[in-house]
């Protein structure tokens, strides 16, 4: 199956840090997000990003989030003072517009 | 925009039995895919099944477009089937995920 990559598998930082998490997307594929899991709840939608700009943004994507897609291959979150509240497990997505959406494993962001 | 719901919420089995976990959705959807949530939070894609039925192994999923709903169907449980099942639908761009099935197989 073809993969996505993330980059920390984990990353403890202290409130009011910031933290970038990065995603390697499957090559040729057009469509990237971002979703966010609080530990024991569901997946909630961060962000998609198409043709090098966002497509659309739920409401807990506010102005400490940012993305962005570097060098062609790369696809950052950054979060750029990090609360408490902001402890999740973060995945990246990866879709060519057909069939499958697939998701990377994830990097854990605990907030201290 | 597109709701997904998800029953049941908790599920206890034992070893050798069969399940069937339901999931709802508000809205026509393009894509609706399967997942099961590993103990280390992992998303393992079981099934993309917009339409139709498909199997792989002891799993087997059904989709009914037009009635809105998705079944996934476990036979012959076992321990490391336990985890969190999340099915998900695509409107146009997004996937939005249900709020998941928690199995517990015990031996």
């Known amino acids: 199956e073809p993969e996505v990559t993330q980059t920390p598998s984990h990353q403890v930082t202290q409130m009011g840090q910031e933290v970038i998490l990065r995603c390697v997307p499957i090559?040729?594929?057009?469509?990237f997000y971002w979703y966010r899991q609080i530990l024991g709840q569901k997946v909630e939608f961060l962000v998609s990003f198409y043709n090098n700009e966002i497509s659309e943004k739920s409401e807990i994507f506010d102005d400490q989030f940012s993305v962005e897609r570097p060098d062609g291959s790369n696809f950052t979150l950054k979060i750029r003072s990090t609360k408490l509240e902001d402890s999740a497990m973060y995945f990246c997505?990866?879709?060519?517009?057909?069939?499958?959406?697939?998701f990377g494993e994830g990097s854990w962001l605990t907030v201290v | 925009g597109i709701q997904v719901e998800q029953s049941p919420p908790d599920l206890i089995l034992q070893e050798g039995a069969n399940s069937t976990l339901r999931c709802n959705f508000s809205d026509s959807v393009n894509n609706l895919q399967w997942f099961h949530q590993n103990p280390w939070g992992q998303l393992i894609n079981l099934f993309y099944?917009?339409?139709g039925t498909k199997q792989n192994g002891r799993l087997s999923a059904t989709t009914v477009a037009t009635e809105r709903y998705s079944s996934l169907y476990i036979s012959s449980s076992q321990t490391t089937d336990s985890g969190v099942y999340f099915c998900a639908g695509r409107g146009f761009q997004k996937l939005v995920f249900g709020t998941g099935t928690r199995l517990l197989v015990s031996p």
């Open positions: 099944i917009p339409s």
């Open positions: 997505a990866s879709f060519s517009g057909f069939n499958t959406i697939y």
């Open positions: 090559s040729n594929h057009l469509y």
